[in-house]
């Protein structure tokens, strides 16, 4: 079978570097667009190179149209605005897009899923095996523990990064909220400060850290009458995350359209 051909948006930053190593050591995978933002100072240089590997003879474009008449899929890890401009265009071409752009808004999800009726597309907080099957543990205590127990969710990462709380703290949320049986945006809690009065009953709870270099630490705590239980999760590296998703590309190529998240992808729909 021919190796699928993958477009690395934000291919300039972090996960996009990321992105462009682990799809060179992944057989089955090859890079062939790397899309920046116009006006970048990155445009015209050589993705490869950039990702600290040999020249590959990819270079940097801000035009997904063109970059896209040749490949299969587009990995998205880049901002909301970003993301949502190339929903149309990945649609339109048929590629199988990989979404783990974090801060997206509620309209932008519908966004996301309006093209899933013709588009495969695969969306998560977080593309790592080891957060996925956090959520998946969050959500089955979740439901053993009935409302004595207090959730918080505590997350840091580096002083950098620009949304809170973060994408992953969402997915974990999410997954509480739906082993609780309620809906996360009506049973939360975030950004105390000053005279809040008593934690009310059924709250999910929310603080983010900021600070150094921190890749991404996430901790759910049970907390109830005279107990804790804590599940964390440490991210030591983005590389990580980067496997997840080009494993979602593969696992994505030859999908029915649908909208798909890493639960899907890692066969734990059922756990």
Do not use: C
Not at 37 to 57: I, T
Not at 83 to 96: D, S
Not at 197 to 223: K, N
């Amino acid at each position: 079978m021919a190796d699928m051909r993958l477009i690395v948006a934000g291919a300039g930053g972090r996960m996009g570097r990321a992105l462009v190593r682990v799809i060179s050591e992944t057989p089955g995978a090859v890079v062939v667009g790397a899309l920046e933002a116009p006006g970048s100072a990155l445009l015209g240089k050589d993705a490869g190179v950039l990702a600290g590997l040999p020249a590959n003879g990819v270079e940097l474009s801000a035009d997904l149209w063109k970059l896209s008449a040749n490949a299969d899929a587009i990995m998205d890890f880049t901002v909301p605005a970003a993301t949502i401009a190339n929903v149309a265009i990945a649609a339109e071409r048929g590629l199988v897009h990989i979404i783990g752009t974090t801060g997206l808004s509620a309209s932008d999800m519908a966004v996301i899923k309006s093209v899933t009726s013709r588009a495969v597309v695969v969306q998560s907080g977080n593309m790592s095996l080891g957060v996925n099957l956090l959520a998946a543990l969050v959500k089955r205590v979740a439901a053993s523990l009935d409302e004595s127990f207090d959730i918080e969710i505590v997350e840091m990462h580096h002083k950098a990064k620009i949304d809170a709380p973060s994408g992953t703290a969402f997915l974990l949320g999410e997954a509480a909220a739906a082993g609780r049986g309620v809906d996360l945006h009506t049973h939360s809690a975030r950004g105390r400060d000053g005279q809040t009065g008593a934690r009310r009953s059924g709250d999910i709870g929310f603080a983010s850290l900021r600070g150094g270099t921190v890749t991404g630490d996430h901790s759910v705590i049970f907390a109830g009458p005279m107990e804790r239980i804590e599940l964390t999760h440490r991210a030591e590296d983005r590389t990580m995350f980067a496997q997840g998703a080009v494993k979602a590309a593969l696992w994505a190529h030859g999908k029915k359209p649908g909208f798909y998240t890493m639960t899907d992808v890692l066969g734990l729909t059922d756990f």
